[in-house]
């Protein structure tokens, strides 16, 4: 098996070196070899790569997507993990998409002022309660077009 240099990885993978070397430290990658001072890796590393910008995408830490790659080389995924964290994707979608529908109302509300519209004032006061975070849903995700309804 030919042995990859991490600047090489790196040039082909997109994941700076530095980043390559915190992952192998975090115990997501593993260098096989070193020629001189450079790591060198087996091909297998873009596939878990891979797996891990799947992982940074849907929200889980590095420690959570490890602990998925088990000690072999094949991924160990926990099914219900996925699951868990599909449906919190979900509800942040959701959230998202009544924080839209509530920007889109206040752009063409026919209130003289953004502040004298029942529907935005609602919209203001959950964004005050969360500090501007998408947490855990209190908008209705299904508004009307009179726009975002508290739950």
Known sequence: M?????S?????????ASTLRFYEEKGL???LDRRG?????GHDV????SLIALGRMAGFSLDQIRAMFGNGLAAQIDRSL?????NELDRTIKQLSA???GLEHAASCPAPSHMECPSFRRLLKVAAARGGK????????????SGPTLT
């Open 8 to 16: 090489e990885v790196a040039k082909r993978s997109g994941v700076p």
């Open 29 to 31: 990658i593993e260098s």
């Open 46 to 49: 873009f596939g878990r790569l």
């Open 37 to 41: 001072l450079r790591r060198t890796f």
């Open 82 to 86: 996925l699951s868990h964290k599909a």
């Open 134 to 145: 998408v947490v855990p849903a209190r908008l209705d995700p299904r508004m009307s077009k």
């Open 99 to 101: 924080l839209k529908n």
């Open 2 to 6: 030919k042995l990859i240099e991490i």
